[in-house]
C-alpha cells in the first residue's frame, strides 16, 4: 500500500517516490516542504534544466534541517512511471514559468500514459484552466485531480493529513485559515 511504519519514530512514511514536475519556484517550494516533512522516503524532481542541482540543493539542507527524505532531479519524464503522487508545479525556464494551454495538455496525456493511478495535485495560479481541460478533453476524472490556486494549500494539507492518517485525501476534510 505504500506506507510503512518506521520504528524509531512511530511515523508513517510513504515508501513510493512523489514526483514533481517542475523544478521551478512552486516546485523546488513544493520539494522542500515535503522533505522537510520527513514523511516521504523519496521525491523526484522532473525539469528540462537543472533538476539535478535542485535537488542536490535541496538534498544537501536535510542533515541541517532534519529530514532523510531521497531527492533525485532528472529531465526524464518517464521518471514518474513509479509515482505515488505526481505534483503538477512550474517550469524553472522563466518564459515558460506554470505548465498551461496544449503544452499543459500535452504533460498531463503523457501523465496518464506513465502512472496511470497517482493522483495529480496542481500547484500554481493557472492549475485550474488546466484541471478543466484535463477533464473534459482528456476524460481525466476531476477525482483524480486536486488543487487550485487558491486552495492549493487547503489541498496539500488535505493531502499530508490523508497521508498521516493512511486513506484518502477524498476522505479528509479541513479547512486552512490565514
Known amino acids: 500500500d505504500g506506507i510503512r511504519d518506521v520504528a524509531v519514530t512511530g511515523v508513517q512514511t510513504c515508501a513510493l517516490p512523489i514526483s514533481i514536475i517542475g523544478a521551478g519556484e512552486i516546485g ?18 522532473v525539469d528540462e534544466a537543472a533538476a539535478a542541482g535542485k535537488a542536490l540543493d535541496i538534498q544537501q539542507s536535510g542533515p541541517i534541517e532534519l529530514f532523510h527524505t531521497a531527492l533525485e532531479g532528472t529531465a526524464d519524464l518517464a521518471a514518474v512511471i513509479r509515482a505515488d503522487v505526481c505534483v503538477i508545479a512550474d517550469r524553472m525556464t522563466a518564459p515558460l514559468g506554470e505548465w498551461t494551454g496544449d503544452a499543459g495538455l500535452q504533460l498531463i496525456r503523457r501523465l496518464t500514459e506513465l502512472c496511470a493511478k497517482a493522483p495529480f495535485v496542481f500547484a500554481g495560479a ?53
Open 28 to 45: 523546488a517550494s513544493c520539494a522542500h516542504a515535503l522533505a522537510a516533512r520527513d514523511r516521504v522516503r523519496r521525491i523526484v524532481l
Open 126 to 178: 493557472n492549475a485550474p484552466a488546466l484541471m478543466r481541460q484535463a477533464a473534459v478533453e482528456l476524460k481525466v476524472p476531476p477525482t483524480r485531480m486536486l488543487g487550485s490556486a487558491p486552495a492549493a494549500l487547503a489541498s496539500a494539507a488535505r493531502g499530508i493529513t490523508a497521508l498521516d492518517a493512511g486513506c484518502s485525501a477524498t476522505d479528509v476534510a479541513l479547512g486552512v485559515v490565514g
